[in-house]
């Protein structure tokens, strides 16, 4: 039995690894709760982890893909070609990276993040965010969570983007601005209206405090939501945010839904 420093000694000549009391303690852990998948509760061999069924049913947005609005391109079609949608209706962000397509398992975190109280969630959804935002995070000097009313946040208790923020903000350094934003009235769930009504349903619905327009003039600045669909929030927060004097807001979120797939 060793001396070294991962050796624990249990009282006189009987000495015990702390290596091996930590295993066993995480066996007896293992074996009352048994860790799942994060997404379909299936039993796993690791903690805070997808099952192969779950994980092979994500598609992760790599490159091909459009510069401005991050939609994958099935070729290669070489550097600063834009997609017919950044073309066709530039939005007033400057570029939009997501994880995950908005489906199978991605959908299935999302809303446990959201409405199941799965906080713990969280990390690892802003490491896929991080891993897949392009430099937006490296390239930013704020990170700001689109906000929830104060009176659907006082009915969750929480807000989803924001913890994304924080957590992508812990892990890259860059500061999280969490007052930068409100959300000034109650607008309806995106979910189940079509684009034109999800524009109107959030048009001046965002606000920059007056105390904290002057922390994001001139700032570039990067916007934190779980799910890209049609961009209609996203678009009326970061039209807040330039009108406040950020002199650019890019956007990076968890998951999107493909044209065709919302
Ligand atoms: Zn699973």
């Known amino acids: 039995m060793g001396d070294n420093e991962d050796t624990w000694r249990l009282g006189g000549k009987a000495g015990l690894p702390a290596a091996w009391l930590r295993r066993a303690g995480r066996s007896v852990l ?7 998948c994060v997404s379909c509760n299936r039993l796993v061999s690791t903690p805070q ?11 992760f947005l790599e490159k091909p893909y459009c510069p401005v609005l991050g939609l994958p391109f099935a070729h290669d079609l070489g550097d600063g070609v834009l997609s017919v949608e950044a073309i066709a209706d530039p939005p007033v962000f400057e570029r939009l990276r997501s ?4 489906e199978g ?4 975190l999302v809303h446990s993040l959201k409405y199941a109280d799965r906080g713990d969630l969280a990390p690892m959804m802003a490491s896929w965010m991080l891993r897949a935002s392009d430099g937006l ?14 009176y659907r946040l006082w009915r969750r208790r929480f807000n989803q983007s ?3 923020a924080r957590h992508i903000a ?6 999280f601005l969490a007052h930068a934003l409100i959300r000034q009235r109650r607008t309806l769930t995106q979910v189940g209206l079509g684009a034109r009504a999800r524009v109107e349903n959030v048009r001046g619905a965002f606000r920059v405090p007056v105390d904290e327009a002057g922390v994001l003039v001139g700032k570039r600045l990067l916007l934190i939501d779980d799910v890209y669909t049609t961009g209609a929030t996203v678009e009326a927060a970061s039209r807040a945010l330039l009108k406040a004097g950020a002199v650019s807001v890019s956007v990076l ?3 999107r839904a493909l044209p065709g797939h919302i």
């Open 162 to 164: 924001a913890d994304l």
């Open 137 to 150: 995070v490296d390239g930013c000097e704020g990170i700001v969570a689109v906000p929830l009313h104060r």
């Open 99 to 102: 994880a995950v397509v908005y």
């Open 30 to 36: 293992d074996a009352v709760f048994p860790p799942v």
């Open 170 to 175: 812990t892990l890259s350094g860059r500061p």
């Open 49 to 59: 982890a997808l099952c192969p069924i779950c994980w092979s049913g994500l598609t």
């Open 253 to 255: 979120t968890f998951a």
């Open 105 to 108: 398992a991605a959908r299935h």
